[in-house]
């Protein structure tokens, strides 16, 4: 039997960066807070903890008075890292590479007067944090209707740039309506393609498998798409969150097994999983 662990599984580029410079300043001695929870994963966030690295949002920052914020690989808005370095507190930026460069994007352009339209979720962290870089004020568009109906204030120039997990298929719909309307427009494709290559290879190992593990957090939005994908494909695909989830019953002849991760699921889990059936199976 055949055990394949996609190559994607787990923790991107940015993510895993952040999760490291935790783990490197929790060694330091000093005293570490995160704002907000560096990744969505209970047992993370508790083994951490347990280091005394404890999580912090806008509501207890006064709180603070010393020891270093490391901001997660979302970023957040300028006004949070001032505050942060007001207060005398050490900040460990650990915003993805690939954010800050929205983040840079959005101050030069808002800068310069053009007017900033963000494609992506109003409500999503990434998003908040994006436009709180711009000097002016930000629209967001996350549906095509909401684009039909966008006007631009006093005919400004335009910058467009997107979350960076927003839908690559629903991005150039809503860029192919914006630029109809005859503004003055220019697009920054800011998408991170980590979700859809690990989409595309869960896919891909599910269509060949008689057996699909997808590792994930329950409230994950990203590992329920990874599931949901899988089962299209493997009829036997389990859906776990951590080994003690994991009660395989195999079918009769099993060629190959394929295991997946959601972006948060830290590699020790995912390690325990794939001993666990190359051991028992
Ligand atoms: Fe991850 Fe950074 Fe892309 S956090 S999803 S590598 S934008």
Redesign the pocket.
């Known amino acids: 039997m055949e055990i394949r662990l996609a190559k994607s599984a787990g923790f991107?580029?940015?993510?895993k960066r952040a999760v490291e410079q935790v783990y490197t300043q929790a060694d330091s001695g000093k005293k570490i807070y995160t704002y907000g929870p560096i990744i969505h994963n209970e047992e993370v966030v508790k083994d951490l903890e347990k280091k005394g690295v404890h999580v912090i949002d806008e509501t207890n920052l006064d709180e603070v008075s010393e020891g270093t914020v490391i901001i997660r690989?979302h970023g957040v808005e300028k006004a949070v890292c001032d505050r942060i370095q007001e207060r005398g507190l050490e900040c460990v930026d650990a915003t993805?590479p690939?954010?800050k460069r929205i983040h840079k994007v959005v101050e030069k352009e808002s800068a310069a007067g053009k007017q900033i339209v963000i494609i992506g979720s109003a409500t999503h962290p990434e998003v908040m944090g994006i436009m709180g870089w711009s000097s002016t004020p930000v629209v967001v568009i996350e549906t095509e209707e909401e684009a039909e109906n966008f006007v631009s204030e006093n005919d400004r120039e335009i910058c467009v740039v997107s979350q960076?997990?927003f839908n690559y298929i629903k991005f150039h719909k809503i860029v192919e309506k914006l630029t109809k309307k005859g503004y003055n427009i220019s697009v920054v494709n800011t998408i991170?393609n980590?979700?859809e290559e690990r989409q595309t290879e869960a896919r891909e190992i599910a269509r060949e498998a008689d057996v699909m593990i997808v590792i994930g957090g329950k409230h994950s939005s990203n590992s329920r798409k990874l599931y949901e994908i899988c089962a299209k494909e493997c009829e036997h695909t389990y859906f776990i969150q951590t080994l003690a989830d994991l009660k395989l019953e195999l079918p009769k002849s099993v060629g190959l097994v394929g295991i997946t991760a959601g972006a948060s699921t830290p590699n020790n889990i995912i390690e325990e999983v794939q001993n666990y059936v190359r051991i028992n199976f």
Not at 12 to 15: A, L, N, S
């Open positions: 991107c580029f940015g993510v690989s993805c690939f954010v960076t997990t991170c980590a979700t």
